[in-house]
């Protein structure tokens, strides 16, 4: 990443403190296990009311990353609410992935 914002160590941080978000019902799970198993996700999910997001970084080994954002405004429990975001996950890890 090119560190625009910030210096290197900075930048570092700040993707290292996403990395470690212990929330994972958004993009991760869009990804294949063994994939999600070996790829750093620098993300921040959030709900409020029915409106649910998360956006981050995927670091995929063997390309550049991506960065993906979503926003959904379904309603219904947390595990509903972010089954969409998973499934646009999936949709872009494959487009990505050709």
């Known amino acids: 990443l090119e560190g625009r914002f ?4 900075e930048t570092g941080a700040m ?6 978000q212990t929330f994972t019902r958004g993009i991760p799970p869009g990804l294949p296990g063994g994939v999600r198993a ?5 993300h921040k999910t959030g709900e409020m009311s029915t409106a649910t997001h998360d956006a981050g970084i995927v670091f995929l080994e063997g390309r550049e990353p991506y960065v993906l954002a979503v926003l959904t405004g379904v309603p219904g429990p947390a595990e509903e609410r972010y089954r969409p ?6 949709l872009v890890f494959e487009m990505v992935r050709g």
Do not use: K, P
């Open 6 to 9: 910030g210096s290197d160590d």
């Open 38 to 42: 070996s790829t750093r996700i620098a």
């Open 15 to 20: 993707i290292a403190t996403l990395c470690a």
């Open 85 to 90: 975001i998973a499934r646009i996950s999936e």
